[in-house]
């Protein structure tokens, strides 16, 4: 096996790796692995996007801003929106650490087109090349591969030392000797049949993390962005429609939003609670028999008079939207017609567990931005671009100066090769059920029964299935038997982390019996303070997850009793600064 | 708003020398379907040896970037045709 050592190992090259790329660099030799294109990969160069910070830091920056705000305002914010299971540790290293971040992103270049009062408005193209010119000031300090794909973590002692990966172009099994390892590979959008996310978010950083003995928190915590184009092929899972005024119907026609409870109509249909909101209203339709075709809504714009409708395409020139062109399918609407839309998973609240130094629950492991979880307690509404920054340097510092002052022994060869067999399995064994197919049924029963609207029945059952998989899943064996570009290979060595992520995802969902946040339940629609202000805590024990519980860190005291789900939004919403 | 009709794709496979026979597949699309994810139709129905990468699938990435009839193109951003060739390490 062909051995590479680096001084910090970085797993994922999306914003949060090259934030903390450029970080552990000032310390250390630094290695950025990458699954998908090299700096292009994740979901930063998807983003919106805005770069949020509190205004005050911003007119320090020299952007207009009365100066009211301050971080702390903008935490209590963050926790309420949170529904006050937000890690309080991280909120305050979040709201104090983003003016720097956006001051550094504009040293490298960003491009601001707009200001508004806690966030600068770009694209997650510029942010992403922003960050590219950061890494490349490092020189050679940041050594970089792409199509290389961490299979697993290696540990000695109880430390983390480096990790064994699958060079996909050639097929070939690599062991990288790290003194720090930074996990920043984003979240697991493709165990949803339905997701807004890259291909290559499959949970690979948060299920290593957990074979490895990390704790996970927060799993059930899943955000779905609802209007997301469910067809034509060539634009299912963009978010276009999510920023454009439409009216949503269901198969019969009827404004369902319109029967919205009128306290929380307006911000479902004005902020940026639509994400939490509208996804429940348009799962609710779906599940009595009141959906579109495919399994949505009709999106119509047909309500908007001609003029005011070419308004809006006025700005939006080409109907052009990130690497997009719309044009087709917005002349259909523009002659009436309606898309079809629905909710689709979009980020996780929920991941590894850090500290305040994004040092995870093993020694020499530390995680950064979308992978980790507690930040956003059981609902985000500030920036995930921010936490990627934010995570990325202070992961970035931590391991850097980690690894400057360690020393690590070589790892033995058979301790590495024993972490690669179970892939080369995969490639050795007699054909099995097709990994397709297995995948196919996990997405479809993640989407269905650990998605928008849960359930106690639908849990527990998903619970089952997911354990059947997992057993099928042991003894995969792909029809192509080539070593290099395999992509059946790949996606059976994905669907094992996908597998166990949504496993401890849907354990949590079916643990937390009451509604909070993005976590609904039909059948305990009500957020209980008295029983439930607590994480869920999971961890990998003798192969089988294990669940626990964990105390809110928190300053602020929450009333211990238990509130409608509407009522408690309204509440937190009447509770915002802004 | 969809019509299903059948296309036939000439796909390049991958091999060590970059060119690998050609195989020919016949899938049903609907209207305004992209090359990716006709082969991702391919791969997960028809031949799971038919490899290719991609990433984000919204003309941002750059990491579907293939031959297709002949030309480097993103094969999210490319509307399938009847007879198309394409060759996804092509670009190699």
């Known amino acids: 096996m062909r051995t590479l050592r680096t001084g910090v190992l970085i797993i994922g090259s999306g914003g949060a790796g090259m934030r903390a790329a450029i970080e552990a660099a000032k310390h250390s030799t630094v290695t950025l692995v990458s699954k998908g294109p090299l700096g292009r990969s994740g979901a930063t160069v998807l983003a919106g996007a805005d770069v949020m910070a509190d205004g005050a830091s911003l007119r320090r920056l020299g952007f207009e801003n009365d100066g009211s705000d301050s971080p702390d305002a903008w935490a209590q914010d963050i926790v309420a929106e949170g529904f006050h299971l937000n890690d309080e540790r991280l909120v305050e290293v979040y709201v104090e650490g983003a003016g720097a971040e956006v ?39 940041i050594s970089a591969v792409d199509n290389v794909m961490v299979l697993d973590l290696v540990k000695r002692d109880g430390q983390v030392v480096g990790a064994v990966a699958l060079d996909r172009t050639t097929g070939d099994l690599l062991l990288i000797e790290a003194r720090a390892t930074v996990l920043a590979t984003g979240g697991w959008h493709q165990a949803y049949s339905f997701n807004a996310g890259p291909d290559e978010a499959t949970g690979d950083g948060q299920a290593m993390a957990y074979r490895a003995g990390a704790e996970l928190v927060d799993m059930e915590m899943v955000t779905f962005a609802p209007n997301i184009l469910l067809a034509p092929p060539r634009h299912r899972g963009s978010l276009w429609f999510y920023i454009l005024p439409g009216m949503l119907l269901n198969r019969n026609g009827d404004a369902f939003l319109s029967w919205l409870d009128p306290r929380v109509a307006k911000l479902a249909l004005t902020t940026e609670w639509n994400k939490l909101l509208v996804s429940h209203a348009s799962a609710k339709e779906v599940s009595a ?216 995802s849907a354990l949590a969902a079916l643990q937390r019996a009451e509604s909070r946040g993005v976590h609904y339940r039909e059948d305990c629609p009500a957020v209980d303070n008295k029983r439930w202000r607590k994480h869920i805590v999971v961890q990998f024990r003798q192969d089988q997850p294990a669940l626990s519980f964990a105390d809110v860190d928190s300053r602020s005291a929450v009333c211990a009793e238990i509130v409608p789900y509407e009522d408690a939004i309204v509440r937190a919403a009447e509770a915002l600064a802004t | 708003m969809a019509e299903e009709r059948q296309v036939t794709l000439s796909v390049r496979s991958w091999s060590k020398s970059g060119r690998g026979p050609v195989q020919e597949y016949t899938i049903p699309v609907l209207d305004e379907t992209d090359v990716l994810s006709a082969l991702e139709h391919i791969h997960a129905h028809l031949d799971p040896g038919v490899a290719y990468r991609s990433s984000c699938r919204r003309g941002v990435c750059g990491g579907c970037r293939m031959l297709i009839d002949g030309e480097l193109r993103l094969a999210c951003e490319t509307e399938v045709r009847d007879g198309m060739e394409i060759d996804p390490y092509g670009s190699e």
């Open chain 1, 289 to 504: 028999g009141r959906g579109s075709p495919l399994g949505g809504a009709y999106f119509s714009m047909k309500h908007l008079p001609w003029n005011v409708f070419d308004a809006i395409a006025a700005e939006h020139p080409g109907w052009r939207f990130q690497g997009d062109d719309f044009s087709h399918l917005m002349g259909k609407l523009r002659d009436g017609h309606a898309a079809e839309v629905g909710p689709a998973a979009e980020y996780f609240e929920g991941g590894i567990r850090i500290d305040e130094r994004c040092q995870t629950t093993l020694a020499g492991l530390y995680a950064a931005g979308e992978c980790t979880g507690g930040l956003f307690g059981a609902n985000r509404v500030a920036a995930a671009t921010t936490e990627m920054l934010v995570h990325g340097a202070v992961a970035g510092r931590a391991a850097g100066e980690a690894a400057a002052g360690r020393k690590v022994p070589p790892i033995p060869k058979q301790d590495a090769e024993a972490l690669g067999e179970g892939a080369l399995a995969i490639l050795d064994r007699p054909p099995s059920i097709p990994v397709e197919e297995l995948r196919e049924q996990l997405r479809e029963l993640a989407y269905r029964d650990v998605g928008v609207l849960r359930h106690k029945e639908s849990l527990e059952g998903a619970v089952r299935s997911l354990a059947e998989l997992a057993d099928a899943s042991g003894t995969l064996g792909v029809a192509t038997k080539r070593k290099e570009q395999n992509l059946e290979w790949s996606r059976a060595i994905e669907l094992r982390n996908m597998l166990q992520v949504v496993q401890a």
């Open chain 1, 103 to 141: 001051g550094a992103l504009v040293r490298w270049g960003l491009s601001v087109r707009r200001v508004i009062p806690r966030a600068v408005l770009t694209t997650g193209v510029s942010i992403s090349a922003a960050l590219r010119k950061g890494v490349s000031e490092c020189g050679s300090s």
